[in-house]
């Protein structure tokens, strides 16, 4: 089915290169139902089998046709407002139905849990236009966006089976990041203020990367190559209400271990990016990215992903 959409975009490509994935993704991160990660897909392809392309021009492209995309997406619904939307949505394709179903996946999981999928197709095109309406700040809907668009670039730009592979390039992602732009990441994971709670509108972007990793888990799972192994306890019983929401809302029928092994391993990964940006590896690490790397491969195993 997925290979019938890569040929289906792949003659766009041939002709118009990098600009037909940067209009593709551009318009599937507004909302507008075209194939952008099939054309991503294609071009990461490309760069193996043509030497048309290249690595690194293609996720910039990437990445900031997801910026700007969703950014469109805010504005639409920070300046326009619900009203307008919805009685000019259809023109975009945001129909009443699908506007008012996302709006009800971050209410009955907003109160609950925060790592809920934004990778889900639906979600994804709607969370700028949400985050608008619900007028959360522009700086920290760029900051939640442009740290998930490029985890989930750098994810499409590997093969689907490679699983330990999209891993790696996820979780680099996050860290290149946030070195470039510490004072975003600060305000997206920075330190927590007592008693606060985060906006309902901020659930969607704040949960993009983690929805990234979690479909990489999922989809190993899905593909019968997730290996988890023996030596670690099971979790506490106490856990199984929180993996079941984490199981319906992303990690579909992935057992509750596996479930904690994730969460643990997601935290892990923040808590290195957070460690090296307060300084807490100086006179401790000299090579911080080889560092960086073996410790995701050390959790990525952990969860039972293939080496």
Same mark, same amino acid.
């Given at each position: 089915?997925?290979?019938?959409?890569?040929?289906?975009?792949?003659?766009?490509?041939?002709?118009?290169?990098?600009? !037909?994935?940067? +209009? =593709?993704?551009?318009?599937?991160?507004?909302?507008? @139902?075209?194939?952008?990660? $099939?054309?991503?897909? #294609?071009? !990461?392809?490309? +760069? =193996?089998?043509?030497?048309?392309?290249?690595?690194? @021009?293609?996720?910039?492209? $990437?990445?900031?046709? #997801?910026?700007?995309?969703?950014?469109?997406?805010?504005?639409?619904?920070?300046?326009?407002?619900?009203?307008?939307?919805?009685?000019?949505?259809?023109?975009?394709?945001?129909?009443?139905?699908?506007?008012?179903?996302?709006?009800?996946?971050?209410?009955?999981?907003?109160?609950?849990?925060?790592?809920?999928?934004?990778?889900?197709?639906?979600?994804?095109?709607?969370?700028?236009?949400?985050?608008?309406?619900?007028?959360?700040?522009?700086?920290?809907?760029?900051?939640?966006?442009?740290?998930?668009?490029?985890?989930?670039?750098?994810?499409?730009?590997?093969?689907?089976?490679?699983?330990?592979?999209?891993?790696?390039?996820?979780?680099?992602?996050?860290?290149?990041?946030?070195?470039?732009?510490?004072?975003?990441?600060?305000?997206?994971?920075?330190?927590?203020?007592?008693?606060?709670?985060?906006?309902?509108?901020?659930?969607?972007?704040?949960s993009r990367v983690a929805a990234v990793l979690g479909t990489i888990i999922r989809d190993a799972y899905g593909s019968g190559v997730l290996d988890p192994p023996a030596f670690c306890p099971p979790p506490p019983d106490s856990f199984a209400p929180d993996a079941g929401r984490l199981r319906e809302a992303l990690l579909t029928?992935?057992?509750?271990?596996?479930?904690?092994?994730?969460?643990?391993?997601?935290?892990?990964?923040?808590?290195?990016?957070?460690?090296?940006?307060?300084?807490?590896?100086?006179?401790?690490?000299?090579?911080?990215?080889?560092?960086?790397?073996?410790?995701?491969?050390?959790?990525?195993?952990?969860?039972?992903?293939?080496?």
């Amino acid at each position: 089915m997925f290979e019938h959409f890569i040929s289906d975009v792949r003659p766009y490509i041939d002709q118009y290169g990098y600009w !037909a994935i940067f +209009v =593709g993704v551009l318009l599937d991160d507004f909302g507008i @139902p075209v194939p952008g990660e $099939a054309m991503l897909i #294609a071009g !990461a392809l490309m +760069v =193996g089998s043509t030497g048309t392309m290249s690595i690194v @021009p293609l996720l910039v492209t $990437a990445w900031a046709a #997801a910026v700007i995309g969703d950014n469109f997406a805010y504005a639409l619904g920070r300046f326009a407002g619900r009203r307008l939307v919805l009685k000019y949505g259809h023109m975009l394709f945001v129909t009443p139905r699908r506007l008012r179903r996302v709006e009800n996946f971050y209410e009955r999981y907003g109160g609950h849990v925060v790592i809920i999928a934004r990778f889900l197709t639906l979600v994804r095109q709607l969370n700028g236009i949400v985050a608008g309406i619900g007028n959360m700040p522009w700086w920290t809907f760029l900051a939640y966006n442009a740290l998930g668009a490029a985890v989930e670039k750098a994810d499409g730009a590997c093969r689907r089976d490679g699983h330990a592979g999209r891993w790696l390039a996820a979780c680099r992602a996050v860290r290149t990041w946030a070195l470039a732009h510490p004072h975003e990441y600060a305000l997206v994971y920075g330190s927590p203020v007592p008693g606060y709670q985060a906006p309902q509108q901020t659930i969607g972007p704040a949960s993009r990367v983690a929805a990234v990793l979690g479909t990489i888990i999922r989809d190993a799972y899905g593909s019968g190559v997730l290996d988890p192994p023996a030596f670690c306890p099971p979790p506490p019983d106490s856990f199984a209400p929180d993996a079941g929401r984490l199981r319906e809302a992303l990690l579909t029928a992935v057992p509750d271990d596996v479930v904690a092994r994730a969460l643990a391993a997601w935290a892990s990964v923040f808590g290195m990016v957070s460690f090296e940006l307060s300084g807490q590896f100086e006179n401790v690490v000299t090579e911080r990215a080889a560092f960086y790397d073996h410790t995701v491969g050390c959790l990525g195993r952990l969860i039972g992903l293939p080496g």
